[in-house]
């Protein structure tokens, strides 16, 4: 199967950028996304990339695709309080089988 | 719309006892999932399924049985429960349609087996 990573904490202050790295083994993954976790809830989608585009860009969040490096990121702008949960980054090859990374914990600082 | 359903919301089973998981997604979705969270380890996919009738094996099977005899359902079975099997267990599904193949999850279920 194929690993996917990520680091497991980031803590910003509110109102900086916050950005989640994210990185894969398969050069073949043609679908990559970004999932938030509230506490006690399931995953939601924030925001997704196909393999034939560099960035994306939504409101206050940017992804960025490096193929070459197997490097995904989410960029979170002027981030809230409210954004404090766990980002999973997550990425397919056929979108029949979904390979998720471990989840990076984001605190917010008032 | 409800979305993905789950039930039970939590759950403790004793080593070697059997138990069901269930998920219902009322969104006509033919593809289905069960994956498992484990702290620190993102989430596995256990078993999949492309729509009524088939299923197929994900990352991390073993000791667990699927069906799907309806678009709706999607039941996960744990036969002779063990330690090892205590995690938080999430259902989704996806449409065929649209592109994105984005997932819905359910609430989850959290197993803990003693």
């Known amino acids: 199967g194929e690993d996917v990573e990520q680091s497991l904490f980031l803590s910003v202050r509110e109102g900086d950028s916050s950005v989640i790295n994210c990185t894969y083994t398969d050069s073949s993954s043609t679908y990559l996304y970004w999932y938030k976790q509230e506490p006690g809830a399931g995953l939601q989608l924030l925001t997704y990339i196909f393999s034939n585009m560099d960035m994306k860009q939504d409101q206050r969040l940017t992804v960025l695709l490096n193929k070459k490096d197997k490097h995904l990121s989410l960029r979170i702008a002027d981030t809230q309080t409210g954004d404090s949960a766990i980002y999973f980054c997550?990425?397919?090859?056929?979108?029949?089988?979904?390979?998720f990374g471990t989840g990076t914990s984001l605190t917010v600082i008032p | 719309n409800a979305g993905v359903t789950q039930t039970p919301k939590f759950r403790i089973l004793k080593i070697g006892q059997s138990m069901t998981l269930q998920c219902t997604q009322d969104?006509?979705?033919?593809?289905m999932y069960w994956y498992r969270q484990d702290p620190g380890m993102g989430l596995k996919l256990i078993y999949y399924s492309v729509g009524a009738g088939i299923t197929d094996k994900g990352e991390v099977p073993n000791g667990y049985n699927v069906s799907r005899s309806t678009t709706e359902d999607f039941p996960l079975r744990l036969e002779l429960a063990a330690p090892s099997q205590t995690s938080v267990y999430f259902c989704a599904s996806r449409s065929t349609s649209g592109g994105s193949y984005e997932q819905y999850f359910g609430p989850g279920t959290r197993l803990t087996v003693t």
């Open positions: 997550a990425v397919s090859n056929t979108g029949n089988q979904f390979y």
């Open positions: 969104m006509n979705h033919n593809y």
